[in-house]
């Protein structure tokens, strides 16, 4: 008989292994959520339509229709392949399930066959040794029997109970013969008959148990290979469903992708036509501006030129000086989704800046975007920043007058051409709170002109 033990515990490992790749390739594992990726994107998209370039830079590209058409076709026929797959990936999920019941199932009936096997075993072992018994006790009785027969053929057919004792040969023969004779009488039956009856019965549940044995045994057969072929359904149906998971992380991709490039071609055309209206606003601007200023900037060219032999602009009756004279091209104010807290006005290259007013310089040389930079906190407890300049004329903690020159433009830093970035800070804050230069300035009568002054 083999070993049902060790086959039970094979049995029952392949059928935990099976159960661990049924639901492995039910549930694969987490993959990145499409939604995820799509936000970044939308994110990326946010950032190009708020970071416009400014006139200086090129302009952004922009996508064809075509483009955009053929991008948006792609990703109707990615969604509709993941639709499509989607519905194999559920039936082949449903059939997955139902043959997984079924290796169970079958497992089970396995072993509860390979239960009744031993249970079966058991048995015919028993009446095995109850055969064996009444065997013996057969065995036993026939000697007896046989001895008591020949003494009776030896001593006639018809010899008493008297006789037969008298004829023994000793104590221990008479009292054996006593015995015997004793118990033939007392039982008044075929002691012989009844032990054959009794080794027939055993042999007859010997062969019974045996035959059931057998019986359980085939079962136990049956049960293994229904448990082999169900398990068999359900590892091909696995790979049936990994086949079509895997198709639909395939198409998914490619649905996501294809949404990318969507989202990507029409942010770029977002950014291009809110560039295109940026830049003829601009443009208008700025001709605006140099229209209103080019009288004003004469004027204040004319002033300098007769100014003192210190070559120093004129001041205004309020004891404040142009700091700078040229055209203005950027104006105070909201700029492509950040703040411009100056004037930029265009000059050559080596124009002086002047101090408007008498102060202090707090800070002058390098500075991280405008190349160097003057920073000037007046008398009037407000801080006057040049940027982009060329040189500088003064040191930290340089006291100065009104109408001396400090620095001269430049070009230098985040420029795209020779000219001033001025602030004016009437907190005395070196780096916040900037306000409208046009406004302070022409509020203690110095008139630049533009931006509506």
């Given at each position: 008989m083999p070993d049902h033990r060790s086959r039970r515990r094979a049995s029952l490992t392949d059928a935990g292994l099976l159960h661990h790749r049924w639901r492995t390739a039910r549930h694969?594992?987490?993959?990145?959520?499409?939604?995820?990726?799509?936000?970044?994107?939308?994110?990326?998209v946010a950032l190009v339509g708020a970071a416009t370039p400014s006139l200086g830079a090129p302009a952004p590209t922009n996508p064809t229709d075509g483009q955009i058409g053929a991008a948006r076709t792609e990703q109707e026929t990615a969604a509709a392949e993941v639709g499509r797959i989607a519905g194999l990936v559920a039936v082949a999920e449903a059939e997955l399930e139902r043959v997984g019941i079924e290796a169970e199932a079958a497992g089970t009936a396995y072993m509860m066959a390979e239960e009744a096997l031993q249970q079966a075993q058991v048995v015919a072992e028993q009446r095995a040794a109850e055969l064996q018994a009444a065997a013996a006790a057969v065995s036993t009785a026939e000697a007896r029997i046989a001895r008591f027969s020949r003494d009776s053929y030896m001593n006639g057919a018809t010899i008493s109970r008297t006789a037969a004792l008298l004829s023994s040969e000793g104590p221990g023969d008479l009292i054996q013969r006593a015995a015997l004779l004793?118990?033939?009488?007392?039982?008044?039956?075929?002691?012989?008959?009844?032990?054959?009856?009794?080794?027939?019965?055993?042999a007859n549940a010997d062969s019974s148990a045996r035959a059931a044995r057998d019986e359980m045994a085939a079962a136990e057969e049956t049960a293994q290979t229904a448990k082999a072929q169900a398990d068999a359904r359900l590892g091909a149906q696995q790979g049936a469903f990994a086949e079509v998971a895997a198709q639909k992380a395939s198409y998914e991709a490619e649905l996501q992708a294809a949404q990318i490039?969507?989202?990507?071609?029409?942010?770029?055309?977002?950014a291009y036509q809110q560039w295109t209206a940026q830049k003829q606003a601009e443009?208008?601007?700025?001709?605006?501006?140099?229209?209103?200023?080019?009288?004003?900037?004469?004027?204040?060219?004319?002033?300098?030129?007769?100014?003192?032999?210190?070559?120093?602009p004129d001041s205004g009756s309020s004891g404040y000086t142009a700091p700078f004279s040229g055209r203005v091209t950027s104006c105070f104010g909201a700029r492509w989704g950040t703040s411009h807290n100056g004037l930029d006005v265009a000059s050559p290259i080596g124009t002086p800046l002047y101090a408007p007013i008498s102060g202090t310089v707090q800070r002058a040389g390098p500075a991280t975007g405008f190349g160097l930079a003057v920073y000037l906190l007046g008398d009037d407890g407000a801080v006057y920043v040049y940027g982009h300049i060329n040189d500088y004329f003064v040191r930290t903690g340089d006291r100065v007058v009104a109408g001396e020159q400090i620095a001269e433009v430049g070009n230098r830093g985040n420029s795209t051409g020779?000219?001033?970035?001025?602030?004016?800070?009437?907190?005395g804050a070196m780096y916040s709170g900037a306000s409208n230069p046009i406004a302070w300035l022409n509020a203690r009568g110095i008139s630049v002109g533009a931006c509506g002054g």
């Amino acid at each position: 008989m083999p070993d049902h033990r060790s086959r039970r515990r094979a049995s029952l490992t392949d059928a935990g292994l099976l159960h661990h790749r049924w639901r492995t390739a039910r549930h694969p594992g987490p993959r990145r959520p499409l939604r995820a990726a799509l936000v970044v994107v939308l994110a990326g998209v946010a950032l190009v339509g708020a970071a416009t370039p400014s006139l200086g830079a090129p302009a952004p590209t922009n996508p064809t229709d075509g483009q955009i058409g053929a991008a948006r076709t792609e990703q109707e026929t990615a969604a509709a392949e993941v639709g499509r797959i989607a519905g194999l990936v559920a039936v082949a999920e449903a059939e997955l399930e139902r043959v997984g019941i079924e290796a169970e199932a079958a497992g089970t009936a396995y072993m509860m066959a390979e239960e009744a096997l031993q249970q079966a075993q058991v048995v015919a072992e028993q009446r095995a040794a109850e055969l064996q018994a009444a065997a013996a006790a057969v065995s036993t009785a026939e000697a007896r029997i046989a001895r008591f027969s020949r003494d009776s053929y030896m001593n006639g057919a018809t010899i008493s109970r008297t006789a037969a004792l008298l004829s023994s040969e000793g104590p221990g023969d008479l009292i054996q013969r006593a015995a015997l004779l004793d118990y033939v009488a007392v039982n008044e039956v075929d002691v012989l008959g009844q032990l054959q009856v009794a080794k027939v019965t055993q042999a007859n549940a010997d062969s019974s148990a045996r035959a059931a044995r057998d019986e359980m045994a085939a079962a136990e057969e049956t049960a293994q290979t229904a448990k082999a072929q169900a398990d068999a359904r359900l590892g091909a149906q696995q790979g049936a469903f990994a086949e079509v998971a895997a198709q639909k992380a395939s198409y998914e991709a490619e649905l996501q992708a294809a949404q990318i490039k969507v989202l990507e071609l029409q942010g770029a055309r977002d950014a291009y036509q809110q560039w295109t209206a940026q830049k003829q606003a601009e443009e208008a601007a700025a001709a605006a501006a140099a229209e209103r200023s080019a009288r004003e900037v004469a004027e204040a060219a004319a002033a300098t030129r007769r100014n003192s032999s210190s070559d120093a602009p004129d001041s205004g009756s309020s004891g404040y000086t142009a700091p700078f004279s040229g055209r203005v091209t950027s104006c105070f104010g909201a700029r492509w989704g950040t703040s411009h807290n100056g004037l930029d006005v265009a000059s050559p290259i080596g124009t002086p800046l002047y101090a408007p007013i008498s102060g202090t310089v707090q800070r002058a040389g390098p500075a991280t975007g405008f190349g160097l930079a003057v920073y000037l906190l007046g008398d009037d407890g407000a801080v006057y920043v040049y940027g982009h300049i060329n040189d500088y004329f003064v040191r930290t903690g340089d006291r100065v007058v009104a109408g001396e020159q400090i620095a001269e433009v430049g070009n230098r830093g985040n420029s795209t051409g020779p000219h001033v970035h001025f602030e004016v800070h009437p907190n005395g804050a070196m780096y916040s709170g900037a306000s409208n230069p046009i406004a302070w300035l022409n509020a203690r009568g110095i008139s630049v002109g533009a931006c509506g002054g």
